[in-house]
């Protein structure tokens, strides 16, 4: 609600804002990990940066600050597994990021001074943040007021009030977010693009070139035709070597899952409890205690118009032509058994328009603000001025500066006490109305609109495997675990009929992997044991009882060929082939003058290509061809290439012509555009840039 709760309503947008705007936006991907027995001489090291270190307390309270941040803006009360690991890796890449830059603009004495921190709060044109945070919401234009009337009424407040640590912290991090733009802006602004620059990119996105070609794929020689030795994935490796450095520690490791899904009779046990409760839910008094204590999913009741109950849409389109007090199911929705009841629906307006008085009931009581209210009622009813008596009475200041305006809103806009009371009302009705947040005084000023709401309460019972079904399987995997050797996992696997899955290159701190949604503990274990390993224990994942084998390290840095085999395995193989392939066109070039006579040896067609352009390398019906059209822009018109070996095959080829454009007489533009593509790239690159110089150290798969 826009409302009681400035601070609740708009600090949440300002943090937001703040996490969003903050370093998270430079720094990109994940930082190296090390460990080892490092970890034994500090158990509070998290990481390192440039050789100052993270703590890991520091870094699970800014966690737990991000988490309850988000809690509070997605409505959500318990993070997923998948969500809390989103959390931690923002959280992580902040604290780098902060400690990156704070180095550098030490180094560079990069400041933002007093007068500048003070404009970007109060001045005429402030920071972003700010002006998004206190915009007018008639006006859609930043409002000086509210951010005076916001100031003073934080000024007022006492000393312990955790307003005054939260505007503190945003401010802080403003400035370090302005400090970060500051030294973007000085490294993007020393890029320079030159006028040969701007010829070559025109050149390149208009040059024109026509030509015909035939091509072998690689795909044509069955991979049980070709040998590969040891001297093929080493040469290939020394060649491409660059390009094997990974900027973390992976693992890979083998697992098998032991299903422990509820049996007919556990869903059978449910369903018949779903029955139970049924008929206590029709004849219950108290709806709203009866899904707190019973439910698994403990929503509040609320008004909801058609469509949004969260139902299926059968049950939804029931319930809204069914009387009050109509119950259906159990039914079956979302692997749970769900009861619904229809408390109350009535036809309401759509909108209302609203303003209130706040009073603070946390120093006088609940009893003497409700008495406090009415003695302010009735002023007004009395004559005098609501507008008045809000700026003079109400603590929410925000509203209080604009008479305790709070503006149209829909349902779902403000909280249930509030909303029951301004919807059930009519037009010029002045209600008193307890909250947790203080005892409003409301006027409804006007009503718009009307349709039907609904108020069903829901009592869901997810279906889970009984005891009984849950011992049977883990007993299986137990059995599994303890029958393995060294090197006898798939075998087991295929014994017990079970299919073996693999985890391939996850990092320390995944949450999930193919398969498995809630990993974390599987990982953790990953990342403690050797190259071999069995898990130490069955693992539980939901209703999954894992065992698994751990099968590869690959170490942060330039991967050794052996780690690398696998992945270079296709491109080694395509390298053989190119030269069989390349062999073949070398023979049939041999006395041969035209293309159409290497097609015709071959027996391949000629392709005809028109107005290519050496941006777009993409050969039509295939795929990007960089070799090759880097190649046929370096080549003379009217002369039979050598075989080039490209990326789907081996191709020979020759130009017919090249249609070159108008010259270039203004690279403005050009270099606009180029240098826009820079400046793009600048923002990732360079903190990319400052992490490697800066030696960062990830220890987190230790602690996450």
Request: proline letters at 4%.
């Amino acid at each position: 609600m826009g409302v009681m709760g400035y601070l609740r309503e708009r600090m949440g947008k300002i943090l937001a804002i703040c996490i969003g705007f903050s370093l998270l936006a430079f720094i990109i991907g994940e930082v190296v990990r090390t460990g080892g027995s490092f970890f034994r001489e500090d158990r509070n090291l998290l990481g390192e940066v440039g050789g100052e270190k993270i703590a890991y307390d520091e870094f699970q309270k800014r966690v737990d600050q991000n988490s309850a941040q988000f809690k509070q803006q997605s409505g959500q009360g318990v993070l997923s597994p998948q969500i809390l690991n989103y959390v931690q890796e923002n959280t992580w890449n902040q604290m780098i990021g902060q400690a990156v830059l704070q180095k550098e603009v030490e180094k560079l004495d990069i400041v933002v001074g007093t007068d500048e921190s003070n404009a970007m709060v109060h001045g005429n044109n402030p920071d972003p943040q700010i002006a998004r945070a206190f915009t007018n919401p008639k006006t859609g234009q930043f409002d000086p007021g509210s951010v005076n009337a916001f100031l003073s009424n934080l000024a007022a407040s006492k000393a312990d009030d955790p307003r005054r640590q939260q505007w503190a912290d945003f401010l802080t991090e403003m400035i370090e977010a302005k400090l970060s733009e500051k030294y973007i802006s000085l490294v993007s602004n020393s890029l320079y693009v030159n006028s040969l620059e701007a010829k070559d990119e025109y050149e390149a996105k208009n040059k024109l070139v026509n030509f015909k070609y035939v091509s072998l794929d690689y795909a044509s020689v069955p991979d049980n035709k070709i040998t590969i030795t040891d001297n093929d994935y080493q040469s290939y490796y020394n060649e491409h070597k660059a390009e094997f450095k990974t900027p973390q520690e992976l693992r890979t490791f083998d697992y098998v899952s032991f299903n422990a899904a509820p049996s007919k009779d556990d869903s059978a046990a449910v369903k018949k409890q779903a029955d139970n409760l049924r008929d206590s839910l029709k004849t219950s008094k108290n709806d709203s205690l009866f899904v707190q204590i019973n439910s698994e999913t403990k929503t509040p009741l609320t008004y909801q118009h058609k469509g949004r109950t969260g139902l299926d849409p059968k049950v939804d389109s029931i319930m809204f032509s069914a009387p009050n007090g109509f119950v259906y199911g159990p039914f079956l929705s979302n692997g749970s058994y769900k009861i619904a009841k229809l408390v109350d629906a009535h036809f309401e307006p759509d909108s209302v328009k609203a303003r209130h008085i706040l009073i603070d009931d946390k120093t006088i009581g609940v009893a003497k603000a409700i008495a406090k209210a009415d003695s302010i009622k009735k002023l007004i009813q009395g004559g005098q001025s609501f507008a008045t008596l809000a700026n003079l009475y109400s603590i929410d200041k925000n509203s209080a500066v604009k008479g305790g305006d709070l503006g149209t809103f829909g349902r779902g806009a403000m909280i249930p006490v509030f909303e029951d009371a301004v919807f059930s009302g009519k037009k010029g009705d002045l209600k008193v109305v307890p909250s947790q947040f203080g005892v409003h005084l409301i006027e409804i000023e006007d009503q718009k609109g009307s349709s039907k709401v609904a108020k069903v309460a829901v009592v869901d019972l997810p279906l889970k495997a009984s005891s009984s079904t849950q011992t049977i399987v883990y007993s299986k995997a137990q059995g599994f675990l303890g029958a393995l050797t060294k090197d006898n996992f798939d075998e087991q696997a295929k014994k017990a009929g079970i299919a073996k899955k693999t985890a391939a290159d996850v990092n320390g701190i995944a949450a999930s992997v193919p398969g498995i949604q809630s990993a974390r503990e599987i990982v953790r274990w990953a990342f403690n044991a050797e190259k071999g390993d069995f898990s130490d224990k069955v693992y539980i994942a939901g209703d999954q009882y894992v065992v698994a084998h751990l099968v590869q390290i690959k170490p942060k840095g330039i991967l050794s060929l052996e780690n690398a085999k696998a992945q270079i395995s296709p491109m080694v193989k395509n390298k053989v082939k190119g030269k069989l392939l390349s062999d073949k066109f070398q023979t049939a070039l041999n006395g041969s003058s035209t293309i159409d006579q290497v097609g015709q040896k071959t027996g391949l067609k000629v392709a005809p290509i028109q107005n290519m352009v050496f941006a777009n390398p993409v050969i039509p019906g295939s795929s990007a061809e960089y070799k090759l059209l880097g190649t046929i822009f370096g080549s003379k018109p009217n002369k039979i290439s050598k075989p080039v070996e490209g990326q789907q095959g081996v191709y020979v080829f020759v130009v017919d012509s090249f249609i070159n454009p108008a010259p270039l007489t203004n690279t403005v533009r050009e270099k606009q555009q180029i240098g826009q593509a820079l400046m793009q790239r600048a923002n990732s690159e360079i903190f990319d840039a400052l992490k490697d110089k800066a030696n960062v150290k990830d220890y987190r798969a230790k602690f996450l």
